[in-house]
């Protein structure tokens, strides 16, 4: 995954729930963007206050995931407008490492003005150096978006046999690769994924 772009990250589902799979496959993704940032960076983690689990994140659980929480600053705004706008102005920090913005499925904007949207997101990400992810974790049976990022995954939860976490990954979209899909296990212990045994 390229540093320094915006990528989507969807519910793969269809089940008209909130899954958590896509939030925790983030912040496994925030835990090695930081550590290849080899700084004291922060990320900027914006929802809406209308979303998931309430607006709030579990510091315990984003340290299980292996997330040192002390690394984050979460920002609360009230409209997806206002979303985007809180992303492109963090993704024009170079002081930050990453910004997260949680996106409801709700109905599509023109496609203008998404792709208008998106493409200043990712200029801003690649002056910057910042990475940007938007996560998306209610699917409402929406399976595109007018959203043209550096790469789109689904992501499901799959069970796993111990204690580490487990999805099952789709790469839907890559500017510059091919699309796959692969089950994966996240090791908040070594930071790292593997293929489950």
């Not at 949680?102 to 203008?112: D, G, Q, V, W």
């Amino acid at each position: 995954m390229c540093l320094g772009r915006v990528h989507e990250i969807i519910n793969s589902e269809n089940r008209g729930v909130e899954d958590a799979a896509p939030l925790g496959f983030v912040i496994a993704l925030l835990t090695r963007v930081l550590n290849a940032a080899n700084q004291n960076k922060r990320v900027i983690w914006c929802s809406s206050k209308k979303k998931i689990l309430n607006s709030r994140l579990s510091a315990a659980g984003l340290y299980w995931l292996g997330f040192d929480p002390n690394q984050l600053i979460q920002a609360n705004v009230l409209s997806e407008i206002d979303q985007y706008w809180v992303m492109e102005e963090c993704l024009k920090c170079s002081e930050l490492a990453a910004v997260v913005v949680e996106l409801a499925n709700t109905k599509p904007h023109s496609k203008n003005q998404e792709s208008i949207a998106w493409r200043r997101l990712q200029l801003a990400a690649e002056s910057s150096g910042v990475t940007g992810f938007v996560v998306r974790s209610h699917n409402n049976g929406i399976k595109t978006t007018n959203s043209i990022p550096e790469s789109r995954w689904g992501v499901t939860s799959l069970p796993s046999n111990d204690w580490r976490p487990m999805w099952k990954l789709e790469l839907l979209r890559s500017r510059n690769g091919k699309c796959f899909s692969a089950d994966v296990v996240w090791n908040p212990a070594t930071a790292s994924f593997s293929l489950p045994s």
